[in-house]
């Protein structure tokens, strides 16, 4: 199975900084798309930014010029660097990895367990 160590959630002031990471494992598995979803308290997760295999990224409109996705495709690890953060960008942010055992075969979803992150001065 895969298996998703997320890290780097903590509590800062308004425009402050943190940086998540996570990676990836499983045997014979290989990942495609790496990224990151959050919920907030009473809301739907979702989209922050995800990154494909080949390096396409797609941000939330929220988060454009204050957060970047990067990927150490050697650690399969990707990393989320947040600035300037803002009360609203609270939630817990979950780790998201689509892999797959072999060539040929289909991609399926992996979550990690969640980080918090909390902006409040």
């Known amino acids: 199975q895969v298996q998703l160590v997320e890290s780097g959630g903590g509590l800062v002031q308004p425009g402050g900084s943190l940086r998540l990471s996570c990676t990836a494992s499983?045997?014979?598995?290989?990942?495609?798309?790496m990224g990151w979803y959050r919920q907030a308290p009473g809301k739907e997760r979702e989209l922050v930014v995800v990154m494909a295999s080949g390096g396409a990224q797609n941000y939330a409109d929220s988060v454009k010029g204050r957060f970047a996705i990067s990927r150490d495709y050697a650690k399969d690890t990707v990393y989320l660097q947040m600035d300037n953060l803002k009360p609203e960008d609270t939630g817990v942010y979950y780790c998201?990895?689509?892999?797959?055992?072999?060539?040929?075969?289909?991609?399926?979803?992996?979550w990690g367990q969640g980080t918090q992150v909390t902006v409040s001065s």
């Open positions: 998201y990895v689509s892999a797959r055992q072999g060539i040929g075969r289909q991609y399926n979803p992996y």
């Open positions: 499983g045997r014979r598995f290989s990942f495609g798309t």
